[in-house]
């Protein structure tokens, strides 16, 4: 589709039947002061429409010295097009329009130009400072106005200014949150000054091209002079309104200043206590806010102060600097770094329409890897374990993705546990720290260890077992799309914590979305991961399904597992071993449905790793209750089997008795108990049927037996389940793997062997 200036470079345009289509374009420049709004010079073509016989002429009569014009100027720009089509082979005119552009432009003076864009009025006055409504060395379209005759379509804008248009649309309708208290009064006078100083501003810049408009009589601006008319009102209104919110902001200021001074214990620059700023989180921020940390709280407060006024001052503001940040459209950018990343990537703090964000800042010359992120994020972050996407903003040299806040990244979370455990591994993932993460990470140690990762029996927590569960859960909604992640590693899981912790899949970068019922991108894709995480035919630049998600699935469940050990070794060696097939789970084998997991996931040949949604069926993640279910489950198939002669299933089953049991079942349990079973029935020691009878039996009729065997089993069912897995460690996988090959599709299985349950 071309613009109307590229439409009218191709005029005149003579049709088949003879019609022709004329175009034409004028243009005009006005100087004028950027405090005051007083025209300078007027800059015209002599059949300019501004420059027609009428009773006020804008142009300035000989040059004016430079040192005698104002310190700051801004340019006004008009563009006035015209299009007419006349009837073919007649001089009838058939439609007819023009389209009026108003637009402004900023140049500084050399010195202005190198010292940032907040800048002072001159000498007189060494106290005030302002924001310009347009950065150095820029321009901006801030109006335009359509007019035809009778013969077009009616106006469709009766108020004859363009919707402002916005970078992204929202995604999400969230209540603005309660501004941080927390804010220094130094930064909110500056704010509150340079807002309305920059609101002033843009008025001004509305008033003279009122002005403007008025003066010219041309036939081009009958439809703009209309709409002038209608604006004089509202600015006289607004300006009005405006002065009275700057009186109120002032006094605000000076309270704020006399709280400060005074040492006031309810002024707002008071930091919040711990406790207090945990139950804040119910504002739908989920960032931390640290003692020292002002910088969330000064995005908060500039963007409650700004709101009545953010769309206009977006349009003609694209970047506006404070001391603590600076905004962009929509988004203030803190000068807070949360974390780096590779080709120039940078995450800060931020505020994003009034919700704390993570401002993911790429180098624009990636934009590639930036369109394909937002491209597979608004695809997938509906999903409760995908971060979520609020919007995107720009400048001349990044792009700034408003990302979910998280409070860590989950390899912060395992190092924190690492470091707090008395039994924990030592941590070689985290070599070369440095003392500034270091004390990040020890401030978020009083915060999100409420519980512990691991157990009594250096088996995972309830809540390791829920946050390993949700990235693959996120990786489950990834693949279901089509997405293959390609960069999983614990630094991409970021947590997040409102009423209990939650993981969430991040960093989609380097992501590709296979295409209809492609099932592999290829041998020789873009971009490869990040060393150590990545799998086999990653590193030998192989066929890349989704199977290499779970490759580095693996990886990762091992590091939760291990307080972040590898499977491949230390850094330096992880790629050559992995290329070698030297995994090393030694630390995960006092629990075996792990090592299966861990097994399955890793293995060289990608098309025997099990797929996502497979992995969250899998018996590692089985609650207790889940374990006893599948064992009484199991016995009660195996005693129809029983009737039968020469069961496959059965003697499946009895062949794994060696690895399940380690020997005979009653030398692992106590006489009195062996004494209680005895008085029922006969029992082999060596049958893993009869030691699931027994299980079960004991299970059904819990309530019936004598205390001192209850107090021997433990309670229902976590006592009960620990009981027997101790004893048996292997029995519930093995008997897993029996019944996974002869009865996962019989109803009374289904639910163990699909992620339904989960």
């Known amino acids: 589709m071309k613009s109307i200036d590229e439409y009218i470079s191709s005029t005149p345009q003579i049709a088949e039947d003879g019609g022709i289509v004329l175009g034409s374009k004028r243009t005009t420049a006005y100087l004028v002061d950027a405090k005051t709004g007083r025209l300078i010079y007027t800059y015209s073509m002599p059949s300019s429409p501004a420059t027609q016989d009428n009773n006020t002429t804008f142009h300035h009569n000989g040059t004016i010295e430079e040192e005698s014009l104002p310190s700051y100027t801004l340019y006004i720009t008009r563009t006035d097009y015209a299009l007419t089509s006349f009837i073919p082979n007649s001089d009838k005119v058939l439609w007819n329009m023009t389209v009026a552009e108003i637009g402004a432009a900023a140049l500084c003076k050399v010195d202005d130009a190198f010292s940032g864009d907040i800048m ?18 820029s321009r901006a379209l801030i109006y335009r106005r359509r007019g035809q005759d009778n013969k077009m379509l009616p106006e469709a804008d009766s108020q004859g200014m363009l919707p402002i248009p916005t970078s992204q649309p929202n995604v999400d309708n969230a209540a603005t949150p309660v501004p941080d208290k927390n804010v220094d009064t130094f930064h909110l006078e500056n704010i509150i000054i340079q807002t309305m100083v920059g609101i002033l501003l843009v008025f001004i810049i509305l008033f003279t091209i ?18 002038s008319e209608r604006l004089s009102m509202p600015i006289r209104s607004i300006l009005a309104t405006l002065v009275g919110v700057f009186t109120h902001s002032r006094d605000l200021v000076a ?57 206009l001052l977006n349009f003609l503001q694209p970047s506006i600097r404070t001391k603590g940040g600076r905004s962009i459209g929509k988004l203030f950018v803190s000068s807070t770094e949360i974390a780096k990343g590779s080709n120039g990537t940078v995450v800060f703090e931020g505020i994003y329409e009034g919700r704390a964000v993570a401002v993911k800042r790429l180098v ?5 890897i930036a369109f394909k992120e937002i491209q597979n994020l608004i695809a997938s972050d509906r999903h409760p374990n995908i971060v979520r996407w609020y919007g995107v903003e720009q400048d001349q040299d990044f792009v700034y993705l408003a990302l979910e806040r998280c409070i860590c990244s989950l390899s912060d979370l395992i190092q924190i546990y690492a470091d707090t455990s008395e039994n924990a591994y030592p941590n070689q993932n985290m070599d070369g720290e440095s003392s500034k993460h270091r004390l990040y990470l020890d401030n978020l140690k009083g915060i999100i260890l409420d519980t512990d990762l691991m157990n009594e029996n250096d088996c995972p927590s309830p809540l390791l077992l829920k946050l390993m569960r949700d990235v693959v859960s996120g990786l489950v909604h990834l693949h279901d799309l089509g997405i293959i992640h390609r960069d999983l590693k614990p630094q991409n899981v970021l947590i997040t914590k409102e009423k209990f912790l939650c993981a969430k899949l991040s960093d989609m970068g380097i992501s590709k979305r296979l295409i209809g019922d492609m099932s592999s991108l290829g041998h020789h894709p873009t971009g490869y991961g990040s060393s150590g995480w990545q799998a086999p035919e990653q590193l030998l630049h192989g066929r890349q399904t989704r199977a290499i998600d779970m490759f580095s699935l693996g990886s990762v469940l091992f590091f939760c597992m291990t307080g972040g050990r590898h499977p491949f070794g230390s850094p330096l060696e992880r790629d050559i071993n992995i290329t070698k097939n030297k995994v090393d789970l030694f630390l995960s084998e006092h629990i075996p449905e792990a090592v299966d997991l861990f ?63 380690g020997g005979k079942w009653d030398e692992k349990m ?33 309530r019936e037996l004598p205390t001192e065997i209850q107090e021997i089993l433990g309670t229902v069912p976590e006592g009960f389940d620990g009981y027997f897995r101790r004893r048996f460690p292997q029995l519930l996988i093995e008997v897993y793997k029996v019944m996974s090959e002869y009865c996962k599709d019989e109803a009374c299985f289904q639910k163990y062997f699909t992620s339904s349950v989960l």
């Not at 624009?364 to 590639?368: F, G, N, Q, V, Y």
């Not at 106590?670 to 005895?678: C, D, V």
């Open 255 to 311: 309270e704020l200043n006399l709280d400060r001074q005074l040492g006031n214990p309810h002024s707002p620059n008071v930091p919040s206590k711990r406790k207090k700023s945990r139950k804040s989180g119910k504002n739908g921020s989920n960032g931390i806010k640290s003692d020292k940390d002002t910088s969330s709280g000064i995005g908060l407060k500039y963007a409650d102060v700004d709101a009545d006024n953010k769309l």
């Open 364 to 368: 624009r010359a990636h934009h590639d």
């Open 210 to 227: 009122n002005k403007i408009l008025q003066d010219a009589k041309s036939p081009f601006n009958e439809g703009i002079m209309k709409c």
């Open 599 to 661: 097994s399955r996931l890793l293995d060289p040949n990608a098309e025997l790793r099990p797929k996502a949604v497979k992995v969250l069926a899998h018996p590692f993640f089985w609650t207790a209750e889940m374990r006893l279910s599948f064992l009484r489950d199991s016995s009660d198939r195996v005693e129809l089997e029983d009737r039968e002669t020469s069961s496959d299933l059965l003697k499946a089953l009895e062949g794994t008795a060696p690895v399940a049991l």
């Open 120 to 137: 002072e009025s001159d000498k007189s006055e060494p106290d005030v400072h302002f924001n310009m409504p347009l950065p150095c060395q």
């Open 670 to 702: 106590e006489p009195p108990f062996i004494k209680n079973i005895g008085h029922y029935r006969r029992y082999r020691f060596d049958s893993i049927r009869d030691l699931l009878r027994v299980m079960r039996n004991k299970l059904n009729h819990y």
